[in-house]
C-alpha cells in the first residue's frame, strides 16, 4: 500500500475558492478512484492561499483483476450446423479470447453468445497520470484566467506541481501552449519567512515539511489558531473580540502562517454608529473589531487582523493596518456628517434619479407602491392608527442616496434608522426603516415591530408582483432579483407574527393595481398573473412546511391539497391556519392520534366522492333523510353526525375535532361492517344518496383539518 501527495502551486488564490475547490475534490477524487477500482485507506485535503493538496493513504499498488460478462451475438447468427460463422470469430477476436470460450446462454429473447473474461488490473501509477489532470482542470469557479498563450484556465496561474508515490515522482505535465509545469518533489514555503524552495522526501512527510517552512496547511487547524489568537489578543485589551464566522474563514484563507495582530484607531471615531465602524472593519480592511463586552454594540478603539507576514515586524504591521483604517473612518465620518445635514425625507426627490428597473420606473415611484400596499395591509388588518407605518413607509429607502450608503451599500437600512432618529422620527418610524429589510437572508432574524413588518410585506410584494407583471418568473438557479427569498421572507414574517393577513386579497388588489398602472409593460393576463403568484407562493410554503418545519410530504399534501382548489385557496387567504394545521397534524401522527381515524375518514371520504354532497356542508339535518334509514346504524351514524356538528359548530378547534372524530369511529365502523351494517351503494337510488350524504357529512367535517385522501397510511 502507498501514499500519493498531489499538490498544485499557485500564485494567490481567491479566498473563497480555497474552500469551493476543495469541497468539490472531496466528491469527486474518492469517486473516480471508486470508479477505477481504487479503494484508499484515507483521504486528507489541504489548502492555502498558495496551494491546493490532497493526500491518499492506502492506495493498492495496482488495481484488482476484474471479471466481465460479456453478451454477443444471437446463437443463430454464431453457430450454424455447430460450427462458428464468422460472427462468433469476429466476437471472439474483438473481445481477445478463443472461440471455444464462448458460451451459450438463454435469455429472455432467445439464446445468446456470452464470454467471461478477465480484465488485467492497471498499476496505479498509470491510473494516476490519467485522473491527476481530470481532477485538477475539473474544478469550477468563477473569474477563472488564462495566462502565457493557452487555453489552460484556473483562478491564477499555475505555478508548480507535486506529485509523490510514496518517495518517488509520479512524471506528469501540465501543458499550456509554449508553457508547461513538470511535477517533482519541489514545493514552496512561506513567502516571507520561507523564500527558498523545499523539498518534500516522502508523500507521508508533506504535512510536517510545510509545518517546518511555515505553512500551516491544514484548512481547520489554520483557522482555530486565527481564532484563539485573536480571542486572546482581544481579552489582554479587556475586550471581546467580534469574530464573524463568513469573515474568519475568509481570513483563514488569505493566510498561511497567521499572527494576530493588534491596531488601534483614535477614540474620537467611536462617536460613528458602531454598525459603520464594524463595516469598515469586516467588509473592506478584514479585521476583527473588539467590543467592550459580550452582547454589546459598544467597541472599544481597537482590532485585530490575522497578518500573513513576519511576527518580528508586527508592530509595523499594525502601523500600517491603522493609518489604512484611519482613513476609511475619517471617510465614515465626513459621510455620516454630511448626511446628516439633511433631514432623512429631503433625499426623497434623490430617489427619482435611481432606477428600480428600467420599466418600473425610478426607486421613488416604488417607494409611492409601498405606501399604497401598506396602506391596503393596514386596512385589512384593522390597524387603527397606521401613521408610523405610513411614514416608515414613505422614507423606508431614502437612505439608499446617501453618501454612506452609497459607499456601504451593506448598511441600507441601518443608517435609514439612525437618520431618522436624527432627523427627529420616531422611534418608531426609525425601527422599521431598519425592520423592513430583514430577514436579510437565511437565519436571519425577523421584523418584531408591526410597523416593520408590514412595510416588509409592502416592499417584497410590490417587487413579486411588479417582476411578475413583467414576466420575468424566477427559472432554475436564475433569480436575480431574490423573489424566491422574497416570497419565503414574506411568508415566515406572517408565521412569526401571527399576522392574520389574508394573502390571496392582498395579491389580487396589487395585482390588479399594477395592471392598471403598467397597462403598457404587463406581459400575462392579470388571471395568469395572479395564479403564477398563487402558485409561487404555495411552493414557498410547501418548501417551508417540509424543510424548515419538517412536516411529513403527505401531511403537507393533505393540508394545501392536490389538485383541490379549495385547499388551495384556503392556504392564502390563511397562511396562519394551514402552518397550524400541518404542525397539528404531525403531532397528532407522532402521537399516534392520526391512525385511530385515518381508517374511517379515509373509507368515508372514498365512497362520498362517489356522491353530490357539497363539501361545505357539515349540517346532517339539511341533507340526510331519517325516513329513509333501514338500520339502526344509520340512525346511530346520524345521531353521532348530530352530536359533531353541534359540538364544532362556529369553532376552529382542531384538538376538538380530532377528539370528536375519534369518539365517532366506532359508530362508523357499525355502519360498515357491524351487525347492523349496511350497504351504501344501495340499488335503491334515494337509500344510496341518503347513505352517501351520511358519509359525505363526516367527510366534510375531516376536511376542516386536511384532505385524508392525500395521507399516507403509516
Known amino acids: 500500500m502507498a501514499t500519493f501527495l498531489l499538490e498544485v502551486g499557485t500564485e494567490e488564490l481567491p479566498a473563497n475558492f480555497v474552500d469551493e475547490a476543495l469541497t468539490q475534490w472531496r466528491s469527486r477524487i474518492p469517486q473516480s478512484l471508486t470508479e477505477h477500482y481504487l479503494t484508499p485507506e484515507e483521504i486528507e485535503f489541504y489548502g492555502t492561499p498558495r496551494r491546493l493538496a490532497v493526500l491518499i493513504w492506502g492506495l493498492p499498488d495496482r488495481q484488482p483483476d476484474q471479471e466481465e460478462e460479456v453478451k454477443g451475438p444471437p446463437a443463430q447468427a454464431a453457430f450454424k450446423d455447430g460450427q462458428p460463422t464468422k460472427a462468433a470469430i469476429g466476437f471472439a477476436q474483438k473481445q481477445g479470447v478463443e472461440v471455444s ?56 496561474p499555475i505555478r508548480w506541481l507535486v506529485t509523490l508515490l510514496d518517495s518517488e515522482v509520479l512524471p506528469l505535465e501540465l501543458v499550456n501552449a509554449s508553457q508547461s509545469c513538470r511535477s517533482d518533489r519541489h514545493s514552496q514555503g512561506h513567502r516571507v519567512l520561507h523564500p527558498q524552495p523545499i523539498t518534500i522526501p516522502h508523500a507521508e512527510e508533506y504535512v510536517k515539511t510545510l509545518d517546518a517552512a511555515c505553512v500551516q496547511v491544514n484548512v481547520d487547524k489554520r483557522q482555530a489558531l486565527i481564532e484563539q489568537q485573536v480571542k486572546t489578543a482581544a481579552s489582554e485589551l479587556g475586550g471581546v473580540a467580534v469574530i464573524n464566522p463568513d469573515l474568519l474563514r475568509e481570513v483563514t484563507n488569505l493566510v498561511e502562517y497567521p499572527t494576530a495582530v493588534v491596531g488601534k484607531f483614535d477614540a474620537e471615531f467611536l462617536e460613528l454608529p458602531s454598525e459603520v465602524i464594524v463595516t469598515e472593519m469586516e467588509s473592506h480592511q478584514r479585521y476583527f473589531p473588539v467590543l467592550k463586552q459580550a452582547n454589546s454594540d459598544e467597541l472599544l478603539p481597537y482590532f485585530i487582523t490575522a497578518s500573513n507576514g513576519d511576527p518580528a ?31 432623512l425625507e429631503g433625499f426623497l426627490p434623490k430617489l427619482e434619479t435611481v432606477t428600480f428597473q428600467e420599466s418600473l420606473g425610478s426607486v421613488r415611484a416604488k417607494v409611492d407602491r409601498i405606501v399604497q400596499i401598506a396602506q391596503q395591509i393596514a386596512t385589512q388588518l384593522q390597524i387603527k392608527q397606521p401613521q408610523d407605518i405610513q411614514r416608515a413607509a414613505l422614507l423606508c429607502k431614502a437612505d439608499l442616496v446617501t453618501q454612506m450608503v452609497g459607499e456601504f451599500p451593506e448598511l441600507q437600512g441601518v443608517m435609514g434608522q439612525k437618520y431618522a432618529l436624527t432627523s427627529g422620527e420616531s422611534a418608531a418610524v426609525a425601527n422599521a426603516i431598519f425592520e423592513h429589510y430583514l430577514p436579510r437572508g437565511a437565519g436571519d432574524r425577523l421584523p418584531e415591530t408591526l410597523p416593520g413588518q408590514i412595510v416588509g ?23 436575480p432579483f431574490a423573489l424566491r427569498r422574497a416570497a419565503t421572507a414574506i411568508v415566515n414574517i406572517l408565521w412569526s407574527a401571527d399576522l392574520p393577513l389574508n394573502l390571496e386579497a392582498v395579491l389580487q388588489q396589487v395585482t390588479s393595481d399594477f395592471a392598471q398602472a403598467f397597462a403598457k409593460v404587463i406581459k400575462p393576463s392579470l388571471a395568469e398573473l395572479q395564479q403564477q403568484l398563487r402558485e409561487f407562493f404555495l411552493q414557498r410554503i410547501r418548501t417551508l412546511l417540509q424543510d424548515d418545519r419538517q412536516i411529513d410530504y403527505d401531511l403537507v399534501n393533505a393540508v394545501l391539497g392536490e389538485n383541490d ?63 329513509l334509514f333501514q338500520k339502526s346504524s344509520e340512525q ?46 344501495d340499488p335503491d337510488p334515494d337509500i344510496k344518496r341518503n347513505r352517501l350524504n351520511l358519509l359525505g ?8 383539518l386536511a384532505d385524508f385522501g392525500a395521507i399516507v397510511k403509516s
Open 565 to 627: 382548489p379549495e385547499y388551495t385557496e384556503r392556504a392564502l387567504v390563511n397562511p396562519i391556519d394551514v402552518r397550524d394545521r400541518a404542525l397539528f397534524l404531525q403531532a397528532i401522527r407522532n402521537d399516534g392520534r392520526l391512525a385511530t381515524i385515518y381508517e374511517t375518514v379515509n373509507r368515508a371520504s372514498r365512497l362520498a366522492a362517489q356522491g353530490d354532497l357539497d363539501t361545505e356542508q357539515l349540517d346532517p339535518t339539511k341533507v340526510v333523510k331519517p325516513n
Open 697 to 704: 357529512v363526516l367527510r366534510n367535517h375531516a376536511r376542516l
Open 457 to 479: 410585506l409592502a416592499d417584497r410584494l410590490d417587487t413579486l408582483v411588479s417582476i411578475f407583471g413583467l414576466g420575468m418568473v424566477p427559472s432554475g438557479s436564475s433569480d
Open 313 to 343: 515586524k508586527s508592530e509595523i504591521i499594525a502601523a500600517g493596518n491603522e493609518r489604512v483604517i484611519r482613513a476609511r473612518l475619517s471617510d465614515g465620518k465626513f459621510f455620516f456628517d454630511a448626511d446628516r445635514a439633511t433631514p
Open 101 to 156: 470460450a464462448l458460451e451459450i446462454r438463454p435469455t429472455e429473447k432467445g439464446e445468446f453468445v456470452f464470454v467471461r473474461k478477465t480484465i488485467v488490473g492497471q498499476p496505479t501509477t498509470e491510473i494516476l497520470k490519467t485522473l491527476i489532470p481530470q481532477w485538477i482542470t475539473g474544478l469550477e469557479g468563477k473569474r477563472f484566467m488564462r495566462w502565457a498563450e493557452g487555453d489552460l484556465r484556473f483562478p491564477r
Open 636 to 681: 346511530a351514524f346520524y345521531d353521532a353526525l348530530g352530536q359533531l356538528h353541534q359540538q364544532m359548530q362556529g369553532q376552529q378547534d382542531y384538538q376538538k375535532l380530532v377528539a370528536a372524530l375519534s369518539q365517532i369511529a366506532p359508530t362508523v365502523s357499525q355502519f360498515f361492517d357491524g351487525a347492523e351494517s349496511v350497504l351504501v351503494m
